[in-house]
């Protein structure tokens, strides 16, 4: 599926108990990830509006860490604004907007946002049949990088029982890491166990994620850790499991 048709809708229900029928929009949101360099003062954000009903909408956006749980920490932030801030998109029409940093970014490193659109439903009159209105959220990483910046991710794999391995990965980089793939490969180069995953890995950050085979207990000794990332690009680490 093309990446600008992948639908991230976070609901938020406004009732204390789920009741039906519900009501809400249908949109969509181009691109799905910003990338911006500190050279560039806007870009643009097309919203699609794919219901039969007007769509009223906010944006907002947030400092981008993560907690040492792996947790994403958002602040609400002036460094960017969208123009506007507000948008009333027709049924099956879209909008343009633009994304701006206010100032340059401070600092050498990659600096990272999230940028919230949220579906406003109290703007439309209520409906007397509507039990429980849904607000659908998108979420968008933005990413303002100073050129010549690489990636640098350190990962392990230990053994967490006789047929998982828990593997950990180290940020050592000034830009993000987002492995797509983890794929622990015999000597012969025959995979042993893999996962796919989306999560994201912050400048100073670390995260694990556990691999388990189906077939039973993951053999011992040298092996290799293959890590594909979010732009296809693939390293192999080299690890020992205990047997």
């Known amino acids: 599926m093309p990446a600008e048709k992948i639908f991230k809708r976070f609901c938020f229900l406004l009732a204390t108990c789920i ?88 600092g050498a490193g990659q600096q990272t946002y999230r940028m919230i659109v949220r579906e406003i439903p109290e703007a439309h009159p209520a409906d007397k049949q509507v039990q429980v209105q849904v607000a659908l959220a998108f979420s968008l990483p933005v990413f303002i990088t100073p050129p010549g910046l690489k990636r640098d991710l350190a990962c392990d794999a230990r053994r967490a029982s006789a047929d998982a391995v828990t593997v950990t990965c180290d940020n050592h980089g000034p830009i993000y890491a987002q492995p797509r793939e983890f794929a622990l490969r015999g000597t012969a180069g025959k995979t042993l166990v893999s996962r796919e995953s989306a999560a994201y890995i912050l400048p100073g950050h670390q995260r694990s994620i556990e691999l388990r085979r189906a077939e039973g207990a993951i053999p011992g000794g040298a092996l290799k850790l293959a890590v594909t990332f979010d732009d296809g690009t693939a390293h192999d680490y080299d690890v020992t499991l205990a047997d």
């Open 19 to 106: 009741a039906l029928p519900a009501a809400a929009g249908t949109f969509s949101v181009t691109p799905v990830r910003i990338f911006m360099s500190p050279r560039d003062r806007a870009t643009a954000v097309t919203v699609t509006n794919d219901g039969d009903d007007e769509l009223v909408m906010q944006a907002d956006v947030y400092t981008w860490n993560q907690k040492a749980s792996g947790e994403d920490d958002l602040a609400l932030s002036e460094d960017l604004i969208l123009s506007p801030p507000i948008l009333k998109i027709a049924p099956h029409s879209r909008q343009v907007v633009r994304l701006a940093m206010v100032s340059p970014p401070k």
